[in-house]
């Protein structure tokens, strides 16, 4: 089995595709259910353990603010049977 390959995305969105994107992340973390996103092609399911950061960055001409969603992944469990 191969490893999941590293990524680092940014991708531009339109003003209303961003807020629509906010909003069912919004309503995803008010109902406890987990929030689906697709980006560049891959579908991301981003848990209900999720935890949900801000940060603010400042130089000397640009101000920066992300939200950031981050999560450690599962650890699946394999089960081999042995006949």
């Given at each position: 089995?191969?490893?999941?390959?590293?990524?680092?995305i940014?991708?531009?969105?339109?003003?209303?595709?961003?807020?629509?994107?906010?909003?069912?992340?919004?309503?995803?973390?008010?109902?406890?259910?987990?929030?689906?996103?697709?980006?560049a092609?891959?579908?991301?399911?981003?848990?209900?353990r999720?935890?949900?950061?801000?940060?603010?960055?400042?130089?000397?001409?640009?101000e920066?603010?992300?939200?950031?969603?981050?999560?450690?992944?599962?650890?699946?469990?394999?089960?081999?049977?042995?006949?």
């Amino acid at each position: 089995m191969t490893s999941t390959e590293e990524r680092d995305i940014e991708k531009a969105y339109t003003k209303s595709e961003f807020v629509a994107k906010l909003r069912r992340l919004a309503d995803a973390i008010e109902n406890g259910d987990r929030f689906e996103i697709q980006i560049a092609g891959e579908r991301i399911y981003v848990p209900v353990r999720a935890t949900y950061t801000i940060e603010h960055e400042r130089s000397d001409n640009e101000e920066e603010i992300e939200f950031q969603i981050t999560w450690e992944k599962a650890i699946e469990k394999r089960t081999e049977n042995k006949e």
